[in-house]
């Protein structure tokens, strides 16, 4: 298995040629570069279960905030905005 130091995710939306691009980052390099921007903690249950639904709803968080700045991608955009009903654990 291969050793790989930590990484940040950067993701960035091409409108013109309607792409999403992921681009791993060194956190220390990118840390002076997000001092003061807008944050989100994404993942604070007592449980911290990322699980398929905590995915979905972090793909749907990290799309509508490109969205923010990129309002033309919501013509793409039909995926559930609210959380989906877990099977219960019986």
Same mark, same amino acid.
């Given at each position: 298995m291969a050793n790989h130091p930590a990484y940040s995710i950067v993701l960035t939306y091409i409108e013109n040629i309607q792409q999403l691009i992921a681009h791993t980052v060194d956190p220390a390099e990118l840390a002076p570069l997000v001092i003061g921007k807008m944050g989100v903690v994404l993942a604070d249950e007592h449980d911290f279960k990322l699980d398929d639904e905590f995915a979905r709803q972090l793909g749907v968080g990290m799309l509508n905030t490109i969205a923010l700045? +990129?309002?033309?991608?919501?013509?793409?955009?039909?995926?559930? +905005?609210?959380?989906i009903d877990r099977p219960s654990e019986e």
């Open positions: 700045g +990129q309002p033309d991608i919501k013509q793409y955009m039909t995926f559930t +905005q609210h959380l």
